[in-house]
Each structure stands twice: as structure tokens, then as C-alpha cells.
């Protein structure tokens, strides 16, 4: 199973919106509304962002949305801050045979 | 409050056995619906799904290691092991354990991660 397809950075000013995108195929992203996003910052471990596709865990910003058309899964980040600078990696179940794919990783930076 | 927290060796070598220890608290591996999963980072690279482990012993690999890869449970002791043969140094990476829920699909929340290098 290959690994979903992120942009390799995207980048943008204090307070703008930026979209990540993540592209799988008809047997995961497409097939499964079980799309999740991580956070990651330099040397700590990925925080849960978004899962099943749009939905915020307690205690994250409702700046950080999610949404999926076809084979491709969203994540928008409105109002940039500084502190939304670190990498994103989205998540998909992939069936039976391959539960968990991530991507291959977007780094924001915050201009 | 979940935590969970991993440990092992920091340095294997070639062609030996890798054996992690997933220790959590907050909840139980007993409970219905709850797992544990692994998740591995090479420096400077992307996250990769190796193995996860539910409430009832239903384990699901990364197929493209599943034949190294060995994933238990001791509910008593609150921890997940994961074991790993024949390493290599391409195996060199931060391996993460994390909390998930069958129907939910997600990892929240991850532990600190543990460094693992291989090397002679």
C-alpha cells in the first residue's frame, strides 16, 4: 500500500488560510469517511488534529477544519499563527488487509 | 488522563531481534473497542503504521513488514509489546506507541517515542 501523497511544504502569513492536501485511492480515502490529521512539532510526538474526516478533538482550534471530495481529504487552518508552524500528516483506514496509511508529511511554515 | 510511555534498547544491531515495551495508564486493553497501536519515524521522515492490537486480541500488521513484526498484550501489566526481527539499519527510527478506538480510528493520545538505532 503506497503512502498517501502530501504536498511537500505549503506556507503562508499570520492570519491567512492554507489548505493541505492529501490524495489516496478508491481503497482508502475514497472508500472510508476514517480520515484523520496529525500535528507534529520539531522532536515531539504527533497530536491528534482532526479525525473521521472533520471532526475536532476537545481542546483543538476551531481554526483547524477537515473535508474529503473523492479520493482527496482537506485540512484547512484559518487565522495562521506562528505556533501552527510544524509538520501535518494525514491518515486513512486503508480495509482489512491495510488498516493504517499515513502520508508522507506537509511542513508549514508560517511567514 | 491517558498516557503511555516506550521503552526498550536504544541501539540493536544488525540482524537482531528489536523487543519494545508499551506502557500505558488511563485506561484498559480490556475495555471494549480500546487498542494500542505502533507507529514508527525515521529521522527526518515520515510517520509508518507498523502493528496495533485491540481489546480483543485482533491484531492488524503493516503488510509490507508483517513477517518481522510481533504484536502482544498483558492486560494485567497495562503494556503492549512489540517485537521486530532481523533489523537493519533502514529500521533506524522513533517508534511511538498510541492509543486508538476500533470504531473511531485514530491515535490519541501518542506516547513520547522511544530512538532506536541500528547499528554494528
Known amino acids: 500500500q503506497s503512502a498517501l501523497t502530501q504536498p511537500a511544504s505549503v506556507s503562508g502569513s499570520p492570519g491567512q488560510s492554507i489548505t493541505i492536501s492529501c490524495t489516496g485511492t478508491?481503497?482508502?480515502?475514497?472508500?472510508?469517511?476514517?480520515v484523520s490529521w496529525y500535528q507534529q512539532h520539531p522532536g515531539k510526538a504527533p497530536k491528534l488534529m482532526i479525525f473521521?474526516?472533520?471532526k475536532r478533538p476537545s481542546g483543538v482550534s476551531n481554526r483547524f477544519s477537515g473535508s474529503k471530495s473523492g479520493n482527496t481529504a482537506s485540512l484547512t487552518i484559518s487565522g495562521l499563527q506562528a505556533e501552527d508552524e510544524a509538520d501535518y500528516y494525514c491518515?486513512?483506514?486503508?480495509?482489512?488487509?491495510?488498516?493504517?496509511?499515513f502520508g508522507g508529511g506537509t511542513k508549514l511554515t508560517v511567514l | 488522563q491517558i498516557t503511555l510511555k516506550e521503552s526498550g534498547p536504544t541501539l540493536v544491531k544488525p540482524t537482531q531481534t528489536l523487543t519494545l515495551t508499551c506502557t500505558f495508564s488511563?485506561?484498559?486493553?480490556?475495555?471494549?473497542?480500546?487498542?494500542v497501536g505502533w507507529i514508527r519515524q525515521p529521522p527526518g521522515k515520515a510517520l509508518e503504521f507498523l502493528a496495533l492490537?485491540?481489546?480483543?486480541?485482533?491484531?492488524r500488521y503493516s503488510p509490507s513488514l508483517r513477517s518481522r513484526l510481533t504484536i502482544t498484550k498483558d492486560t494485567s501489566k497495562n503494556q503492549v509489546v512489540l517485537t521486530m526481527t532481523n533489523m537493519d539499519p533502514v529500521d533506524t527510527a522513533t517508534y511511538f506507541c498510541?492509543?486508538?478506538?476500533?470504531?473511531?480510528?485514530?491515535?490519541?493520545?501518542w506516547g513520547q517515542g522511544t530512538l532506536v538505532t541500528v547499528s554494528s
Open positions: 498510541a492509543h486508538t478506538l476500533f470504531s473511531e480510528d485514530k491515535f490519541d493520545p
Open positions: 488511563g485506561f484498559s486493553l480490556s475495555t471494549t473497542e480500546v487498542g
Open positions: 492490537i485491540y481489546w480483543d486480541d485482533d491484531k
Open positions: 478508491s481503497s482508502d480515502v475514497g472508500s472510508y469517511d476514517l
Open positions: 473521521e474526516v472533520n
Open positions: 491518515c486513512s483506514y486503508g480495509g482489512s488487509s491495510t488498516p493504517v496509511v
